[in-house]
């Protein structure tokens, strides 16, 4: 038996006023999958992923998370977020709570653990992104990289279904990024289901299952990364890899 | 002065004990009446908001000591009614009156700061209280408020001393603050140095009160 998919977009349409963000997007992810998404900015490649766990509403078309369909009914939308986890560009740890904290907030107040077994496995996450040492620190005297680690760990801890990485290392220096790609290749190897939207080209070769390049608001191409970086099938992802080769 | 301040030491004291706690009184409480405005001035659409802007405007439109005068010698024409709801043991009270007027003022005003400080909070941290799948109140209590709370801390600190100041209006509705005892000081004496006392124990108490703002503020470290 075929387990059905993480996650599936059918015909997914959205629009910002009369501009036209993602069109006719179909795409299923299966479980344990790992998915990058690369294209120009502006392609739509953060908004489809932010879909996911309802940053953004869609305006037609089905999204299925974990055999769920998203609509607007509020319980659908705290049962797909309870198991989606989502790292962002700029971390946004809340800068008020110690890495700890960060990581226990939701654990303690959403799904009612008790303080002592939510600071157990936070702490057993934190050591898993090896911040562990750091955990008693405020998002204000960490690194970049070390930020976004925590901000890793602290999607873990609500041990969701699937992980989405919205350009977790663009801004970071490039020490940083290998620290945090490291931790990202872990979780990998662990069995995450993954889609991640990153420039990251060597990580994508290395990690990922498919890779999936958008351009204005289309999927224009879905391939693994041996035959896309080496012979994509599209003109218009052949001139991205071009210009990211080139710089 | 040094003499008229040592042979009314009792009644300095008093004064001094009485600016200090009703203006610290009333900011505290005028901080907790504001929470809910400022919360439905930053969020809320409607009927409600209405209200809360119609609340700022009234007590921020008029002086407080046109206020004090409303609720002292106004609400004192229908004593036979507030007698009759069983509230005039408060409206025939100057200090209660005091206090409800300045809590009134300072609770236009902090529910502005507070306003101004929610709406400061990026975007990125309601996303990320949504990714979180934090709870309405969860969110709000324990990620917007502090992160309200220390931004708006400088600004509530300005209004705590600016109410310090404004007490002193107190004395006209016969309360005995600092500035009332001064005046009753200034009375038997007919001497001017008496102000000079009375600034002089102004001064003190708001430098005293900046040092501790300065403390508190020091403990938001996180506030890169």
């Given at each position: 038996?075929?387990?059905?998919?993480?996650?599936?977009?059918?015909?997914?349409?959205?629009?910002?006023?009369?501009?036209?963000?993602?069109?006719?997007?179909?795409?299923?992810?299966?479980?344990?999958?790992?998915?990058?998404?690369?294209?120009?900015?502006?392609?739509g490649k953060s908004t489809l992923i932010r879909c996911i766990n309802r940053l953004e509403t869609h305006q037609s078309g089905r999204l299925i998370v974990d055999q769920c369909e998203m609509n607007n009914?509020?319980?659908?939308?705290?049962?797909?977020?309870?198991?989606?986890?989502?790292?962002?560009?700029?971390?946004?740890?809340?800068?008020?709570?110690?890495?700890?904290?960060?990581?226990?907030?939701?654990?303690?107040?959403?799904?009612?653990?008790?303080?002592?077994?939510?600071?157990?496995?936070?702490?057993?996450?934190?050591?898993?992104?090896?911040?562990?040492?750091?955990?008693?620190?405020?998002?204000?005297?960490?690194?970049?990289?070390?930020?976004?680690?925590?901000?890793?760990?602290?999607?873990?801890?609500?041990?969701?279904?699937?992980?989405?990485?919205?350009?977790?290392?663009?801004?970071?220096?490039?020490?940083?990024i290998s620290e945090v790609l490291d931790v990202m290749a872990d979780l990998a190897i662990g069995g995450m289901t993954m889609?991640?939207?990153?420039?990251?080209?060597?990580?994508?070769?290395?990690?990922?299952?498919?890779?999936?390049?958008?351009?204005?608001?289309?999927?224009?191409?879905?391939?693994?990364?041996?035959?896309?970086?080496?012979?994509?099938?599209?003109?218009?992802?052949?001139?991205?890899?071009?210009?990211?080769?080139?710089? | 002065?040094?003499?008229?301040?040592?042979?009314?030491?009792?009644?300095?004291?008093?004064?001094?004990?009485?600016?200090?706690?009703?203006?610290?009184?009333?900011?505290?409480?005028?901080?907790?009446?504001?929470?809910?405005?400022?919360?439905?001035?930053?969020?809320?659409?409607?009927?409600?908001?209405?209200?809360?802007?119609?609340?700022?405007?009234?007590?921020?439109?008029?002086?407080?000591?046109?206020?004090?005068?409303?609720?002292?010698?106004?609400?004192?024409?229908?004593?036979?009614?507030?007698?009759?709801?069983?509230?005039?043991?408060?409206?025939?009270?100057?200090?209660?009156?005091?206090?409800?007027?300045?809590?009134?003022?300072?609770?236009?005003?902090?529910?502005?700061?507070?306003?101004?400080?929610?709406?400061?909070?990026?975007?990125?941290?309601?996303?990320?209280?949504?990714?979180?799948?934090?709870?309405?109140?969860?969110?709000?209590?324990?990620?917007?408020?502090?992160?309200?709370?220390?931004?708006?801390?400088?600004?509530?600190?300005?209004?705590?001393?600016?109410?310090?100041?404004?007490?002193?209006?107190?004395?006209?509705?016969?309360?005995?603050?600092?500035?009332?005892?001064?005046?009753?000081?200034?009375?038997?004496?007919?001497?001017?140095?008496?102000?000079?006392?009375?600034?002089?124990?102004?001064?003190?108490?708001?430098?005293?009160?900046?040092?501790?703002?300065?403390?508190?503020?020091?403990?938001?470290?996180?506030?890169?």
């Open positions: 038996m075929v387990s059905p998919p993480a996650i599936s977009f059918e015909k997914l349409n959205k629009y910002y006023g009369k501009f036209h963000v993602l069109k006719d997007i179909d795409l299923e992810v299966a479980k344990g999958e790992r998915i990058v998404i690369c294209g120009p900015s502006g392609s009914t509020p319980s659908t939308v705290r049962r797909i977020r309870d198991r989606v986890g989502m790292c962002f560009q700029h971390f946004n740890l809340y800068p008020h709570l110690t890495a700890l904290e960060n990581c226990t907030l939701s654990l303690i107040y959403t799904r009612k653990m008790p303080p002592k077994e939510a600071k157990q496995r936070a702490m057993e996450y934190l050591a898993r992104v090896r911040m562990d040492g750091f955990a008693q620190k405020y998002p204000s005297q960490l690194s970049g990289g070390q930020q976004q680690r925590v901000a890793i760990a602290r999607s873990l801890c609500i041990q969701p279904e699937v992980m989405l990485f919205d350009e977790p290392t663009s801004a970071l220096d490039p020490e940083s889609i991640c939207v990153t420039h990251e080209m060597g990580f994508a070769r290395k990690v990922a299952d498919r890779v999936v390049f958008m351009d204005a608001g289309e999927i224009v191409e879905i391939a693994d990364p041996e035959t896309f970086f080496t012979s994509p099938s599209h003109e218009r992802s052949a001139r991205f890899l071009q210009q990211i080769i080139n710089h | 002065m040094f003499d008229l301040y040592l042979d009314y030491i009792d009644r300095w004291s008093h004064g001094l004990w009485l600016t200090a706690s009703m203006s610290t009184l009333s900011v505290l409480i005028g901080f907790l009446v504001a929470l809910p405005i400022g919360f439905v001035r930053s969020r809320a659409k409607g009927p409600l908001a209405w209200l809360a802007i119609a609340y700022v405007n009234l007590f921020r439109g008029m002086p407080l000591l046109v206020l004090m005068f409303l609720v002292y010698y106004g609400f004192g024409q229908f004593s036979s009614e507030l007698r009759a709801m069983g509230l005039w043991w408060f409206f025939r009270d100057a200090y209660f009156c005091g206090m409800l007027a300045l809590i009134l003022n300072t609770s236009a005003y902090q529910a502005e700061i507070i306003r101004g400080s929610l709406n400061t909070i990026s975007t990125s941290v309601i996303e990320t209280n949504a990714a979180l799948n934090l709870t309405r109140w969860t969110a709000f209590r324990r990620v917007l408020l502090p992160i309200a709370f220390a931004k708006a801390l400088p600004p509530l600190g300005n209004e705590y001393i600016l109410m310090v100041k404004a007490t002193s209006l107190l004395a006209i509705i016969t309360v005995f603050d600092l500035m009332g005892e001064a005046r009753t000081i200034f009375s038997e004496t007919l001497d001017l140095g008496v102000y000079y006392v009375a600034a002089i124990h102004y001064l003190v108490l708001v430098l005293a009160i900046e040092w501790t703002l300065r403390r508190v503020e020091a403990r938001f470290k996180w506030m890169a």
